[in-house]
């Protein structure tokens, strides 16, 4: 239900003031509602602005014939300081030089040395770029760009690197695209046959979902980065709740400790259903991480067991939800959990999804319930919380049940979790201000209708960037789409594999497997982008970014 104050200014007839309660909003994303606010009565029949107002409308707040000093906006941005980039960017490569140090392990583990030499090459040339950037000074503000610019190129950096144990068994562009699967938790592969892949390759695309999955943010807050105003900063741009806990540093050790313990309760769960030691351990770090990467060709169904299978995606589901709500749910109460309204929409909209996946497989590929059941649950859970996995062709798929995936793929998970997509706390935001949009025209044009999502505000900032991602995930997509559509791809199909990517899911209609060297590039785009939310790519790719601009 959806919840809006609607305020008129003050009646001139009696100077009282109407106010107009509808009850139809979801429970607040959080525990405590937003504190009241201080308004200043006016008789006039103009809504009281803040100067801020004035910016954005272009009107001046000043009294007519005070001194006024009009300087372009592009002429106040300030580049990013290579010196503060490159010290963090140093940090985070070591980070990279430590994680990379388990697939080594693991090659020794499974006595394929030969990938035991590339991951070293990989830890060596990592350590190396940590050690030549150590000695730059440490900067203790992080302006945005520069924390955006830090995000991306890391998982860049990352997935080039990384590339370098593939290169033995598969071509340039083909290793970097799985590289780029792997690191963005996406699951597209180029791989038909998985199963002939070493299992040191098997472990190391896991192990680069599950350390994708976290954040090279995060771990490296915990690992590296002191708590102060840099931490806080990369925090924030991760989309992870500050300040809940008490401390960027104290929040990121805490979701390590959350994310490693789901882990470690996927691996036994999925062990305890059937599967086999190697296969748990593989499938728990892809489900956790949503990342949907697995051992067998035919993803889930290659494991031959129902309950393996939905243990995989029960794992997938809790991923997908804000981490630190576990936290919340521990020490409050497993009530917390549900009040949150990003769980309860997610429940909601992947309930929905397998319902109508279900019924469309039952009438257009005449399955029987059971199997049309089985089947659509998965698919939907898969979609909605951007995991992956699949039991089913998604090429024999119906149209109908393409789209509903598509729309799911595209809507994701929560803010604050591993999943990828628009995130529902934006779609919810879009909702809201579609909600005030039709009670505007309900209401006397001098009323002023406060947009909330629950009980708490939101703010200016949490609506442009909002509509700022969606935005971009909308161009991104369509972009995207008709390069596959002009080389000849179905359209739905070719849709269909552009948002499963960008919205780093992996589900495929078989056309990552098949598409040029090209298309491989345009997918890996997206992947990146969805992964760092578009805007970090964006920023890192931006001219001025890097350059001042020198006024006129």
């Given at each position: 239900?959806?919840?809006?104050?609607?305020?008129?200014?003050?009646?001139?007839?009696?100077?009282?003031?109407?106010?107009?309660?509808?009850?139809?909003?979801?429970?607040?994303?959080?525990?405590?509602?937003?504190?009241?606010?201080?308004?200043?009565?006016?008789?006039?029949?103009?809504?009281?602005?803040?100067?801020?107002?004035?910016?954005?409308?272009?009107?001046?707040?000043?009294?007519?014939?005070?001194?006024?000093?009009?300087?372009?906006?592009?002429?106040?941005?300030?580049?990013v300081r290579l010196a503060?980039?490159?010290?963090?960017?140093?940090?985070?490569?070591?980070?990279?030089?430590?994680?990379?140090?388990?697939?080594?392990?693991?090659?020794?583990?499974?006595?394929?040395?030969?990938?035991?030499?590339?991951?070293?090459?990989?830890?060596?040339?990592?350590?190396?770029?940590?050690?030549?950037?150590?000695?730059?000074?440490?900067?203790?503000?992080?302006?945005?760009?520069?924390?955006?610019?830090?995000?991306?190129?890391?998982?860049?950096?990352?997935?080039?690197?990384?590339?370098?144990?593939?290169?033995?068994?598969?071509?340039?562009?083909?290793?970097?695209?799985?590289?780029?699967?792997?690191?963005?938790?996406?699951?597209?592969?180029?791989?038909?046959?998985?199963?002939?892949?070493?299992?040191?390759?098997?472990?190391?695309?896991?192990?680069?979902?599950?350390?994708?999955?976290?954040?090279?943010?995060?771990?490296?807050?915990?690992?590296?980065?002191?708590?102060?105003?840099?931490?806080?900063?990369?925090?924030?741009?991760?989309?992870?709740?500050?300040?809940?806990?008490?401390?960027?540093?104290?929040?990121?050790?805490?979701?390590?400790?959350?994310?490693?313990?789901?882990?470690?309760?996927?691996?036994?769960?999925?062990?305890?259903?059937?599967?086999?030691?190697?296969?748990?351990?593989?499938?728990?770090?892809?489900?956790?991480?949503?990342?949907?990467?697995?051992?067998?060709?035919?993803?889930?169904?290659?494991?031959?067991?129902g309950y393996v299978s939905?243990?995989?995606?029960?794992?997938?589901?809790?991923?997908?939800?804000?981490?630190?709500?576990?936290?919340?749910?521990?020490?409050?109460?497993?009530?917390?959990?549900?009040?949150?309204?990003?769980?309860?929409?997610?429940?909601?909209?992947?309930?929905?999804?397998?319902?109508?996946?279900?019924?469309?497989?039952?009438?257009?590929?005449?399955?029987?319930?059971?199997?049309?059941?089985?089947?659509?649950?998965?698919?939907?859970?898969?979609?909605?919380?951007?995991?992956?996995?699949?039991?089913?062709?998604?090429?024999?798929?119906?149209?109908?049940?393409?789209?509903?995936?598509?729309?799911?793929?595209?809507?994701?998970?929560?803010?604050?979790?591993?999943?990828?997509?628009?995130?529902?706390?934006?779609?919810?935001?879009?909702?809201?201000?579609?909600?005030?949009?039709?009670?505007?025209?309900?209401?006397?044009?001098?009323?002023?209708?406060?947009?909330?999502?629950?009980?708490?505000?939101?703010?200016?900032?949490?609506?442009?960037?909002?509509?700022?991602?969606?935005?971009?995930?909308?161009?991104?997509?369509?972009?995207?789409?008709?390069?596959?559509?002009?080389?000849?791809?179905?359209?739905?199909?070719?849709?269909f594999e552009v948002v499963?990517?960008?919205?780093?899911?992996?589900?495929?209609?078989?056309?990552?497997?098949?598409?040029?060297?090209?298309?491989?590039?345009?997918?890996?785009?997206?992947?990146?982008?969805?992964?760092?939310?578009?805007?970090?790519?964006?920023?890192?790719?931006?001219?001025?970014?890097?350059?001042?601009?020198?006024?006129?």
């Amino acid at each position: 239900m959806f919840f809006a104050s609607c305020r008129t200014q003050g009646d001139h007839a009696n100077g009282s003031d109407t106010y107009i309660s509808l009850e139809t909003q979801p429970a607040s994303l959080t525990q405590q509602s937003a504190p009241p606010r201080k308004e200043n009565l006016n008789t006039s029949s103009e809504p009281i602005r803040s100067p801020r107002d004035f910016a954005i409308i272009g009107v001046s707040p000043f009294p007519e014939g005070s001194p006024q000093v009009t300087t372009p906006i592009a002429s106040l941005a300030q580049p990013v300081r290579l010196a503060v980039v490159g010290k963090y960017f140093g940090q985070l490569n070591l980070a990279l030089a430590v994680m990379s140090l388990v697939p080594l392990s693991a090659s020794v583990l499974f006595t394929e040395y030969r990938y035991t030499g590339a991951y070293a090459v990989v830890c060596m040339i990592c350590a190396m770029i940590s050690v030549a950037l150590k000695g730059l000074p440490p900067v203790t503000a992080l302006r945005a760009n520069e924390a955006l610019v830090i995000i991306a190129a890391i998982f860049v950096t990352s997935s080039l690197v990384m590339t370098l144990p593939l290169l033995r068994d598969l071509p340039p562009v083909a290793a970097w695209f799985e590289t780029v699967s792997a690191v963005t938790t996406t699951g597209l592969s180029t791989q038909i046959t998985s199963q002939t892949l070493p299992r040191s390759v098997l472990f190391g695309r896991a192990w680069l979902q599950w350390t994708g999955g976290l954040g090279m943010v995060v771990l490296s807050q915990l690992l590296l980065i002191g708590p102060g105003a840099v931490a806080k900063r990369l925090a924030q741009l991760e989309n992870h709740v500050d300040d809940v806990i008490g401390g960027t540093h104290a929040i990121a050790r805490q979701m390590l400790v959350i994310y490693a313990f789901l882990t470690l309760t996927a691996v036994i769960i999925i062990w305890l259903a059937g599967a086999n030691g190697f296969d748990a351990v593989v499938h728990a770090l892809t489900a956790v991480s949503t990342g949907g990467f697995s051992t067998y060709d035919d993803s889930l169904a290659g494991l031959h067991n129902g309950y393996v299978s939905y243990a995989v995606i029960f794992f997938s589901l809790c991923g997908a939800v804000p981490l630190l709500i576990y936290h919340q749910g521990f020490r409050h109460g497993p009530l917390t959990v549900w009040r949150n309204a990003q769980v309860r929409y997610l429940l909601l909209a992947s309930t929905l999804v397998a319902l109508f996946v279900s019924y469309n497989m039952m009438h257009a590929l005449h399955l029987p319930w059971r199997e049309a059941l089985d089947r659509g649950v998965l698919l939907a859970v898969s979609a909605q919380s951007t995991a992956g996995f699949a039991n089913f062709e998604i090429a024999q798929l119906d149209g109908a049940s393409k789209l509903l995936l598509i729309l799911a793929m595209a809507g994701g998970g929560s803010l604050g979790s591993t999943a990828g997509g628009m995130k529902i706390f934006r779609i919810l935001i879009l909702l809201r201000l579609l909600q005030i949009a039709i009670q505007r025209t309900a209401t006397p044009a001098h009323a002023v209708i406060e947009p909330k999502l629950g009980r708490e505000s939101l703010t200016p900032d949490d609506i442009e960037r909002a509509i700022m991602v969606l935005a971009f995930f909308v161009v991104v997509i369509i972009g995207s789409w008709l390069s596959f559509v002009v080389a000849g791809y179905d359209a739905m199909d070719a849709l269909f594999e552009v948002v499963s990517a960008t919205g780093t899911v992996g589900l495929s209609t078989g056309i990552s497997a098949q598409c040029n060297d090209v298309l491989k590039l345009v997918l890996c785009f997206d992947m990146l982008a969805g992964r760092v939310e578009i805007i970090a790519l964006v920023i890192l790719l931006y001219p001025r970014t890097w350059l001042k601009l020198q006024p006129s």
